[in-house]
């Protein structure tokens, strides 16, 4: 049994609620995603999502955004999936029930469980409670529930959650003899944004608290940017000395930090926001900045910052040094965790090192940021020595002139450079003068993204990052230096809304993510496995998805009813050329697809790789055979035309340790055995010369892969052939003596018999192109000279002084001594015009001036007539 709870708003009031799991569901990871959408009435955006992951932590996750929602609290430890919730206030499912609900506001109300705390709401302000701070402490046998809000000056009410029983009516954290409107140790919340680690010490608990003020907000009975708070031993509020650090009076209205993130180790509490790079600068960039305070004895002068980077460095920078280096400036969310081996091993860090991974964004002039995003692992043991190292520049002796830093928390110094041992040095707030910077996994290829949220965990030796967009999307990659490996990319929502970057990892086999009023169950193993298309991409998809090949579709074992596979893929074809060949021929066929060869690279053998084309072996041509291509050769003759035949392959690779090896079979139809033949060629005869364009007509003159075809001893090269596989066009080459030839066609060496034949005739001459003139649409042509008959098509070529090459083809009309053509539409100038006869080119160029179109002029008479006199061979046309 489990307690899960809820934070929501029902109508004005914020509710508690808690769920109880009456049993548990393991439910198969491929289902992607499952949302819970909270009752009507609830806010729009989750406040915090609380896990209790281990017992004995020594730290507690906190809630990292400053919107108000909904929280979910796991007290149990155990694994487990949220199914389903239902709008209603009835029981929510067979799992899932509605067992306790505390309302949190409005002030005033007499339904209010936590206005009961003998303080007056600040006048002015919202009576509507927004939860700012929801912690979770283990204690062991029973947890506490920490509440502060923005109302009643941020005071906070706690609540005692022991397993299988209702929680405690809170007790309010508030004595109002203790706190004054100077100094009010119990005013913990700001509305602009709390975080806050509550971590113990010894035995005591302590908030570290980090809260986003202004005037107001400061004046509140004295609220502080940084705080430390010890809780009471009577757990009904805190001591009186409250140690910290404020925004000094001048900049707490300019001088905005907002802070993004909280986390602790064993000696440190860190504080992550995002703030101006420094308060007396007008044209300053927003920076990251990462602070943190020891948890033993801990002092205001002990605190420590140190602004983080994340860049991309350009490989080619050295060579090139107008490349800079890129600032992702800004965090957008964080998430506290460690690395697994692989990545521990390229970071150079322990697995149990502490790593802080973080989302950045450039941002604009405005602070605003871009859809520019970048991921960085920071370990924290560096961030800690860079931070020692420059609190000892600081300190030691030197020339450099260095900063102190913290100029909004105290007057500006520099640093004194003096004895190291001195303490008197040391004990001052110090901020590390120069950056420390981890380079961006993704090396600048996230641009129109912004990375909004982030958890990252370990599978295996792997280190996994989920991480949310602004969009609503999740992407889920495989850190690693040398390459990155994403295997995930889906929309958690149907609508394009921000994941919020409240996050939190609930168990080994679930992710929980905050995409408006709704709770994402996500597995850190991905969304299944039916989003990889082909077997290929389905086993060389990470390990730990479960991946294998099941009857055409990527799937897990237990979805499969058939033969499942994790290390062998089938072959699969899916084109092939030509799709006829010739019966008797010796063809090459083509087969394109993909799974021909595993990425191990195997030598592709006859052994291996084994094919049929119907009844007939092909036999495969390794050398120019590849993964994606297998060509082989039938050298048998088939007994006569075969339709619509298979063409079946069978794979045998052998098995390898590591990786997918190919084994199987694949058949597709649509293969043909043809006799190809000729009918027709035209024309018959053509210029000894050669250049006569020849068209032989049949059936099946596009079978196979290879054609030739010969005039007598000579080649007429083929030009094209048509797409209906009746006609092949080829030009004649020239000979020295006219004849008439025999006509020869081979495809795929298959001899095309025929009775046409081919005369080789006189070559014509031209004497005369006339007129010399003509107009821009073009005009009649007509060229004079012998043997004009033995061609079958004149060219008439035009260039002119300043235009492109112009032409027009004629048919010649069997007269021996004259043939009109056209002349090519031209350009108003004067340039050169010659024919070409088959073979013989341009010939008789000469001058040839190209005028404006002519128009008729009409007859000014009646009628526009005009009529002879006997007699008369003159008239008037005016």
């Known amino acids: 049994m489990r307690c899960l709870g809820v934070f929501c708003k029902w109508g004005i009031d914020r509710v508690l609620y808690l769920m109880l799991i009456h049993e548990v569901e393991t439910v198969p990871y491929e289902e992607t995603s499952t949302s819970c959408e909270f009752f009507p009435g609830c806010l729009h955006h989750v406040l915090a999502v609380h896990l209790r992951l281990h017992r004995t932590s020594g730290y507690v996750h906190q809630p990292q955004d400053l919107v108000k929602m909904c929280l979910v609290a796991d007290t149990s430890g155990l694994c487990t999936k949220i199914l389903s919730c239902s709008p209603t206030n009835e029981p929510l499912s067979k799992n899932l029930t509605k067992i306790w609900e505390l309302r949190t506001g409005p002030v005033g109300s007499p339904d209010c469980d936590t206005c009961h705390c003998d303080i007056e709401n600040e006048p002015g302000t919202p009576l509507d409670t927004d939860n700012q701070v929801l912690v979770l402490e283990v204690q062991g046998y029973f947890d506490f529930l920490y509440i502060c809000g923005s109302t009643q000056y941020g005071v906070c009410n706690s609540v005692e959650i022991e397993l299988g029983k209702t929680p405690s009516k809170p007790q309010c954290l508030f004595d109002k003899k203790a706190n004054l409107a100077s100094a009010c140790p119990d005013c913990v919340a700001s509305p602009l944004g709390t975080k806050v680690s509550a971590v113990k010490d010894r035995y005591s608990t302590y908030f570290f608290t980090a809260a986003t003020i202004n005037t107001t907000i400061a004046g509140s009975f004295g609220k502080q940017s940084l705080s430390i708070r010890r809780l009471l031993a009577t757990e009904d509020g805190f001591l009186p000395q409250v140690k910290g650090l404020t925004v000094l009076p001048e900049f707490q209205d300019t001088f905005t930090i907002d802070y993004i993130y909280t986390f602790s180790t064993a000696e440190y509490v860190y504080f992550l926001s995002v703030q101006w790079e420094s308060p007396m600068k007008p044209n300053a960039r927003l920076q990251t900045h990462l602070g943190r305070l020891p948890i033993t004895d801990s002092e205001p002068w002990m605190y420590r910052e140190i602004v983080l980077e994340c860049r991309f460095e350009p490989k080619r920078r050295r060579r090139s040094s107008w490349i800079k280096d890129v600032v992702y400036n800004a965090v957008q969310a964080a998430h506290f965790s460690t690395a697994g081996k692989e990545l521990a091993d390229e970071l150079g860090v322990k697995m149990d090192s502490p790593i802080l991974y973080g989302v950045f964004a450039e941002t604009d002039e405005k602070g605003n940021p871009i859809r520019k995003s970048a991921l960085c692992a920071i370990p ?48 001052v707030p110090t901020m590390v003068a120069k950056p420390y910077y981890r380079v961006d996994f993704f090396n600048r290829r996230m641009n129109n993204v912004l990375f909004t949220s982030i958890l990252v965990t370990t599978i295996e030796t792997k280190t996994v990052a989920h991480i949310g967009t602004d969009d609503g999307r999740l992407l889920q990659v495989i850190l690693s230096r040398s390459s990155l490996v994403e295997f995930a990319n889906y929309s958690l929502v149907e609508d394009m809304q921000k994941v919020s970057r409240i996050a939190a990892v609930h168990s080994s086999e679930s992710l929980l993510f905050v995409v408006g009023n709704k709770l994402i169950n996500v597995s850190p193993r991905g969304p299944g496995c039916a989003h990889f ?20 579709i990527c799937s897990q074992m237990h979805q499969c009813n058939n033969q499942w596979s994790s290390n062998s893929c089938p072959p699969v074809i899916t084109q092939f050329f030509p799709s006829t060949v010739p019966s008797n021929g010796k063809s090459e066929i083509t087969l394109c697809g993909w799974n021909f060869q595993s990425p191990s690279r195997p030598a592709i053998t006859q052994t291996s790789h084994q094919l049929n084309v119907g009844n007939s072996s092909c036999t495969v041509i390794p050398e120019r055979s590849s993964s994606s291509q297998l060509v082989c050769r039938i050298d048998g003759e088939v007994s006569g035309p075969e339709q619509n035949i298979d063409i079946t392959m069978q794979v045998d690779e052998k098995r390898v340790e590591s990786g997918y090896f190919i084994s199987g079979n694949a058949r597709i139809q ?27 007509s049949g ?41 008439e030839v025999d006509v020869k066609v081979l495809i795929d060496e298959s001899t095309i018999s025929t009775t046409k034949t081919f005369k080789y005739v006189v070559n014509p001459e031209v004497t005369g192109l006339k007129p010399n003139c003509g107009f821009k649409r073009g005009s009649k042509i007509t060229i004079i000279g012998q043997n004009l008959d033995s061609v079958s098509q004149a060219i008439i070529n035009y260039r002119g002084n300043t235009t492109t090459p112009v032409q027009t083809v004629c048919v010649g009309n069997g007269n021996p001594n004259q043939m009109e053509c056209t002349s090519p539409v031209c350009e108003e100038s004067t340039g050169i015009l010659s024919v070409d006869l088959d073979g013989a080119k341009e010939l008789l160029p000469q001058i040839f001036n190209c005028h404006p179109n002519g128009e008729p002029i009409p007859f000014e008479t009646e009628g526009h007539r005009l009529e002879l006199s006997p007699g008369q061979d003159k008239i008037s046309v005016h």
């Open 670 to 696: 649509g293969f043909s055995f043809v006799t190809p033949e000729i009918t027709d060629i035209s024309p018959g005869f053509g210029p000894k010369i050669g250049g006569t364009l020849i068209t032989l």
């Open 533 to 552: 298309l082909n077997c290929s991409v389905c086993l060389a998809a990470p390990k730990f998805m479960g991946c294998g090949w099941c009857d055409g």
């Open 699 to 739: 059936k099946h003159l596009d079978a196979g892969g290879s054609r030739t075809v010969s005039l007598g001893d000579r080649i007429c090269p083929v030009e094209s052939t048509s797409s209906n596989e009746t006609t092949l066009v080829c030009r004649t080459e020239g000979v020295e003596e006219t004849s």
């Open 380 to 427: 924290i043991d560096d961030v800690n020595n860079e931070i020692e190292k420059g609190v000892e520049s600081c300190c030691s002796s030197g020339t450099e002139q260095l900063s102190r830093g913290l100029c909004h928390f105290q007057p500006c110094e520099m640093c004194p450079h003096e004895n190291p041992d001195d303490l008197t040095c040391k004990a």
